[in-house]
């Protein structure tokens, strides 16, 4: 499970006027909640959340939030940014809560090079890239591995067939395909050209001129 260390600070102040002026001092708007606990507005430094953010996976990453000397254990539930400059523009925080199970997304991680691909000259056709699961916290996986050394050409694995830790359900559909070990495109096109029909012009079937000098045949 990966975690992430972010310092935040306490705000009494709300609303969009508030929310304005915490970004031109360089703060981001942000807000704690969870089971146990009222919902908390704060503020978090620009710059420290760019960077924590450009270094980890903010759906599945535990962030130990230290506000005003107490930490908790929190997850990045929701990234607000601007629809043209990308800028963030307000962040929410859901405290983790032992025993009390949550919904992430983990990514999967292919292990191996299909005997498909050696051999064959197959293509990876990597459909489904995370797993949306529900788990408690305290066994959080940081991502699903899946053992892809054996596939052959048009092998695939699916949801169903992905093993995953002890307490870990997922809730993607069993039946979708996460990998496929896909035909070489230069083969598939071979196969089109052998099987595509020749076309035959029909032999125009011409009468005969009467040689010069003959006379017609009578009828």
């Known amino acids: 499970m990966a975690t992430a260390s972010l310092s935040a600070t306490r705000r009494t102040d709300t609303g969009k006027g508030n929310a304005r002026s915490l970004r031109r001092d360089g703060q981001i708007p942000a807000v704690i909640y969870g089971h146990a606990r009222e919902s908390q507005p704060l503020a978090v430094a620009a710059r420290d959340l760019e960077k924590l953010l450009s ?8 962030v130990e939030l230290e506000v005003e000397g107490t930490t908790s254990r929190a997850l ?6 601007h629809p043209f400059k990308r800028a963030i523009l307000h962040v929410d925080f859901q405290e983790l809560v032992a025993g009390e199970k949550m919904i992430v997304r983990v990514p999967i991680r292919l292990i191996g090079i299909p005997a498909g691909v ?3 000259g197959g293509i990876i056709d990597h459909t489904l890239r995370e797993l949306t699961i529900s788990v408690d916290p305290a066994s ?3 991502q699903i591995e899946i053992d892809i050394t054996d596939l052959e050409i048009g092998g695939s694995v699916h949801v169903n067939q992905v093993k995953v830790p002890a307490g870990v359900e997922v809730l993607d559909e069993p039946g979708a395909a996460v990998v496929v070990i896909a035909t070489p495109r230069a083969a598939i096109e071979a196969v089109a050209v052998e099987a ?3 076309a035959v012009e029909p032999e125009v079937i011409r009468a005969k001129k009467p040689e010069e000098g ?3 045949e009578k009828k």
């Open 196 to 198: 595509e029909p020749v």
């Open 214 to 216: 003959a006379e017609p």
């Open 140 to 142: 959080m996986p940081g």
């Open 76 to 81: 990045i539930r929701e990234i607000q940014r």
């Open 118 to 120: 050696r051999l064959g």
């Open 55 to 62: 270094r980890i996976s903010a759906d599945n990453t535990v």
